[in-house]
Antibody
Framework: QVQLQQSGPRLVKPSQTLSLTCAIS????????????WNWIRQSPSRGLEWLGR?????????DYAVSLKSRITISPDTAKNQFSLQLNSVSPEDTALYYC??????????WGQGTVVTVSS | DIQMTQSPSSVSASVGDRVTITCRAS??????LAWYQQKPGKAPKLLIY???NLQSGVPSRFSGSGSGTDFTLTISRLQPEDFATYYC?????????FGGGTKVEI
């Protein structure tokens, strides 16, 4: 059974870095990108569901990011641990949200992590 | 970015009713559209991909249709477990974006 398990701190101070990890079981982060990509999505009352970015492997690693976050976001795979991570720099209270990792197949998100509520506050 | 507009934002219905939710894209997305169901405290669940393809394990009372800019999610006979919020999402290009949601209430 394929599962995604999220981990990471739930409270981050303004201007610091938000870091979350998504551990994959039953699939591989190195799965060909034609079949699966690995994504981060967040949800908040003000922004709704917002796709943040993805990483995937097709002979080499690729990333795509939401333009609004491109200067602050990094999504990276860890093949040794079969997981991928999100780093969001210089956070502000506007980054407070419920964060999900998700697998996409055919650009539809068929598998989701359990979600992590991250609060940005001093 | 492609904007996704759902209507209505909420709908009141009864068990056994037929419910239709509409999603409109701000530009042609062919059939690159997915539908999700989300219950409180849970992650969204994929129902439909490619506008009309039923995800494995999803009951056949759910169906999707449309192409271009106008799409529909239909629940043929509403069951108690179907009371939830439903979202559309385009998959035509990046960034992928979601609709604002439709809450199906008793």
């Amino acid at each position: 059974q394929v599962q995604l398990q999220q981990s990471g701190p739930r409270l981050v101070k303004p201007s610091q870095t938000l870091s979350l990890t998504c551990a994959i079981s039953g699939d591989s982060v190195s799965t060909d990108g034609n079949f699966a990509t690995w994504n981060w999505i967040r949800q908040s009352p003000s922004r709704g569901l917002e796709w943040l970015g993805r990483t995937y492997y097709m002979s080499k690693w690729f990333n795509d990011y939401a333009v609004s976050l491109k200067s602050r976001i990094t999504i990276s795979p860890d093949t040794a641990k079969n997981q991928f991570s999100l780093q969001l720099n210089s956070v502000s209270p506007e980054d407070t949200a419920l964060y999900y990792c998700a697998r996409a197949q055919n650009r539809a998100f068929d598998l989701w992590g359990q979600g992590t509520v991250v609060t940005v506050s001093s | 970015d492609i904007q996704m507009t759902q209507s209505p934002s909420s709908v009141s219905a009864s068990v056994g009713d037929r419910v239709t939710i509409t999603c409109r894209a701000s530009q042609d997305i062919t059939t690159w559209l997915a539908w999700y169901q989300q219950k409180p405290g849970k992650a969204p669940k994929l129902l439909i991909y490619g506008a009309s393809n039923l995800q494995s394990g999803v009951p056949s009372r759910f169906s999707g249709s449309g192409s271009g800019t106008d799409f529909t999610l239909t629940i043929s006979r509403l069951q108690p477990e179907d009371f939830a919020t439903y979202y559309c999402q385009h998959a035509h290009n990046f960034p992928l974006t979601f609709g604002g949601g439709t809450k199906v209430e008793i």
